[in-house]
């Protein structure tokens, strides 16, 4: 059910960072926005006119605004012309109101390769960010290759790159030299989508990775968690990734009747110099990838908690969790028929599903099996009675309509379950193209669905301006040490981190919360959501020579961390006992121990925490 990196390795330094990916809506005030849009315009994918009953002519973004339909950024009309795009399949709108789009590259849907598109504002000419391979002929001139030895499937049972979403990348840097060496806070918008390889079919995948692309850095970078799928034999029954999207730090993705919860790591770029006493020093500047962890759930059933559970029948002396009730409607429920996925700040966690049971979404769905916590999990688990009360899990939720219900009592309009469905501009509701259609329709949550625009020829995907947001937060400690020294570190509670000076083995309490970089210098441990209060830190010393010890507290709310600094000659088998004292705020501090006091040759160093917290609330922009 879960899988844990209790200990990833430090990754060789690239410009761009992923971490604590999550969907962000800049404030609008902050920038300019593109021309000609404005808050609550949709954009949809589509073709300009018909010929003989089929899309001709340019193909491209349209704009919907108050039910009116725009031309706002179109390719050629032409398909001999390289810069020839099919309908777009996957449509997005960035914090600056530029449009993004993913397209297949030629007419029709097979052995097209799949291009990445932007427009800058209406009437723009589409500009061309990237070119995926489809098949082993001829690439299109005139488009980058980010990915020149990746080789997608067919456009057969669907498009071979999905789920295109806006998500944020947080990264940390810390630098000696910047800032008083006080851990920066860096937000970074990007265009993050799900590539599916292989050299047929996507029934015959053979693999599927996430890519992002740095909205203002150009820069891409494909060490993403991959989005979900299922490999088995036969081939026709593989379950590719259809769907996937950021929030709160995690990228979620589903398959057919799988969801994945993936924590992104968090980035920190570190540089700094390393004292070594007589022997000098030396410079380093290292890019890490801190925390991280998968944890999905595929096929179990689902528990709507609109319905009452009912006794299982299990006898009264069971350990309770697992429940004593279960989740039987008619029958039991299992998770099936998934297509699309959205994050809606009034529904929660969204999936659209054409699994008549299941149909058409189910939302608020449950993280207890999702989480980073797996104390909780039995809260999910019920003894099943027709399995001799073995307990099994099931998956939290709340239909969006009662069950049976699929189309719009009003209008007798089916809801739409495709994979163009998003969340509707301001929340509370879900937009979409309906399969076969020539509009663009709301559906509310009382279940009505509403018209907004009709006359698209052939809409294939719909983005909206704003995105809906929600970055990540809380806090992160990290600890750079400078050796010659073994650490450990103890926190309130007494979960452990570090190298125990009894066995001189690496502890890890923390699981997947949990960080370290590995033997060398400087040597760095982190710990995700730390426990406010007063930590204990033991360092051993391993050779003789100067140390130090670099705490960095950060809450990801704020662009400036803290820092506070420890010094001291060590001493082979000597040991220094530290508190170090964490508070809700991030801030932290080191207090040595009466008996430390004359082991410290440097002494104790307190950054950020009285003027330079001030500089919080300045801009990072100045360079100091």
Aim: aromatic share 8%; with cysteine; glycine share 12%.
């Amino acid at each position: 059910m879960r899988s844990f990196f209790n200990r990833p390795e430090p990754a060789a330094r690239i410009v761009i960072a992923f971490a604590a990916l999550a969907a962000l809506a800049v404030p609008r005030t902050a920038q300019a926005i593109a021309p000609g849009v404005q808050e609550g315009d949709l954009f949809v994918g589509a073709a300009s006119t018909t010929s003989f009953g089929q899309p001709a002519g340019a193909r491209g973004i349209f704009r919907v605004r108050d039910g009116v339909v725009t031309p706002f950024s179109l390719g050629s009309a032409d398909p001999n012309d390289p810069g020839f795009f099919d309908i777009p399949h996957d449509v997005i709108v960035d914090s600056q109101g530029r449009v993004v789009w993913l397209a297949p590259l030629g007419v029709g849907s097979y052995s097209n390769h799949v291009g990445l598109f932007r427009a800058s504002g209406e009437g723009a000419t589409p500009e061309r960010l990237a070119i995926f391979r489809v098949g082993d002929h001829d690439l299109d001139e005139g488009y980058p290759n980010p990915f020149p030895n990746l080789q997608l499937c067919r456009y057969d049972n669907g498009p071979p790159a999905i789920g295109l979403h806006l998500a944020s990348n947080r990264r940390v840097e810390i630098d000696d030299d910047v800032k008083g060496g006080l851990p920066q806070i860096v937000t970074e918008e990007a265009y993050v989508m799900g590539l599916i390889y292989g050299t047929g079919g996507i029934s015959n995948l053979s693999g599927a990775q996430t890519v992002s692309y740095g909205a203002t850095t150009g820069v891409w970078d494909d060490s993403l968690p991959p989005p979900i799928y299922l490999m088995r034999a036969p081939a026709a029954n593989n379950s590719p990734p259809v769907d996937m999207i950021s929030h709160a730090g995690a990228l979620y993705s589903i398959d057919d009747y799988g969801l994945r919860r993936s924590s992104t790591p968090l980035r920190v770029d570190a540089s700094g110099r390393v004292d070594l006493g007589p022997l000098g020093g030396f410079e380093f500047s290292l890019g890490l990838r801190l925390f991280g962890g998968d944890h999905e759930v595929r096929g179990i059933l689902i528990d709507d908690t609109k319905i009452p559970n009912v006794p299982s029948g299990v006898p009264p002396e069971y350990p309770n969790p697992p429940r004593h009730d279960m989740p039987l409607e008619w029958a039991f429920i299992p998770m099936s028929g998934f297509r699309s996925l959205v994050y809606d700040p009034q529904l929660g966690l969204v999936i659209s599903s054409n699994y008549g049971p299941i149909a058409p979404y189910i939302t608020q769905i449950s993280h207890t099996l999702l989480n980073d916590n797996p104390d909780d999990d039995l809260q999910a688990y019920f003894y099943h009675p027709y399995l001799g009360f073995t307990p099994v899990p099931s998956l939290g939720v709340t239909r969006m309509f009662p069950p049976g219900q699929w189309v719009d009592p009003g209008t007798g309009i089916w809801y739409p379950t495709n994979a163009s469905v998003i969340g509707a501009p301001g929340g509370g509701g879900l937009v979409a193209i309906p399969t076969g259609s020539n509009s663009v329709v709301r559906v509310t949550e009382n279940g009505g669905v509403d018209v907004l625009a009709s006359g698209l020829i052939a809409p294939g995907a719909v983005g909206s301006y704003p995105t809906y947001s929600s970055p990540s937060a809380g806090l992160a400690i990290i600890i750079r040490v400078d050796s010659p020294v073994d650490v450990l570190l103890t926190d309130p509670s007494g979960l452990q981190i570090g190298i125990d000076p009894a066995t001189s083995l690496f502890v890890n309490d923390f699981g997947e919360s949990g960080f370290d970089s590995g033997p060398g210098e400087p040597r760095f441990f982190g710990i995700r959501n730390p426990q406010p209060g007063d930590w204990s830190i033991e360092a051993l010393g391993t050779d003789s020579g100067p140390f130090a010890l670099n705490v960095y507290g950060i809450d990801l709310d704020q662009p400036l961390g803290t820092r506070a600094r420890w010094t001291g000659t060590a001493s082979p088998g000597v040991r220094h006992d530290l508190q170090l004292v964490l508070d809700s705020a991030g801030n932290v501090t080191i207090i040595p121990e009466p008996s430390t006091l004359s082991l410290a040759a440097a002494g104790l160093v307190t950054a950020a925490l009285c003027a330079l917290r001030l500089s919080r609330n300045r801009h990072l922009d100045d360079g100091t």
